[in-house]
């Protein structure tokens, strides 16, 4: 191969990730772009029609108690505000339980977004790369599962755990708080 066969292939090469990219965009622009917009406007409806005020009443009933403070509360949070606005949800629980209730919130980001993928969107890629596994898995011969029963049992495992983190975060931070002279 000559100098110039080399330089043309490396040029092809090139602008060959940049066509890939553009067939990604457009792919998102014609598969789940319109699926966000159209979520984050039903969920802006649903805020609208069950009143601002009942969803904070609900949220402050959420962080009274341990189970749903890291349960429940999470998310609604990422539910109704999205990343990263899911995380002024903290003024409704105790400064104390502050630090685990973001890490709550804050671990819940992936697992929800298989199924609410306005939750998330900015770190939809990580979702949409593992769906996109699965669904090649399942065309050539089958993962075993479809993309649904995967997002559901990310969901259900996510909030889980999120409960276990938070739980745990929340004792963490007392032995913390208690051993460095701190009171919360």
Known sequence: ?????FLARGAEAFIGVFNAGGKTFVGFVSGILPTLIVLLTAVYAVIELVGEQRVHRFARWAAGNVITRYSVLPLLAMFFL????????????EEKH??????SA?????????LFPHANPGELFVWLGVATAITKLNEHGGAGFTVAKLALAYFIVGLFVNLLKGILTERL???????EGIKL
């Open 98 to 103: 502050k630090p685990a209730f973001y890490d």
């Open 173 to 179: 931070t007392v032995l913390i708080a208690k051993r």
């Open 106 to 114: 804050v671990s819940l980001c992936h697992p929800i977004t298989g």
């Open 82 to 93: 999205t990343n990263p606005m899911a995380y002024t949800f903290g003024m409704f629980v």
């Open 1 to 5: 191969m000559d100098a110039f066969e």
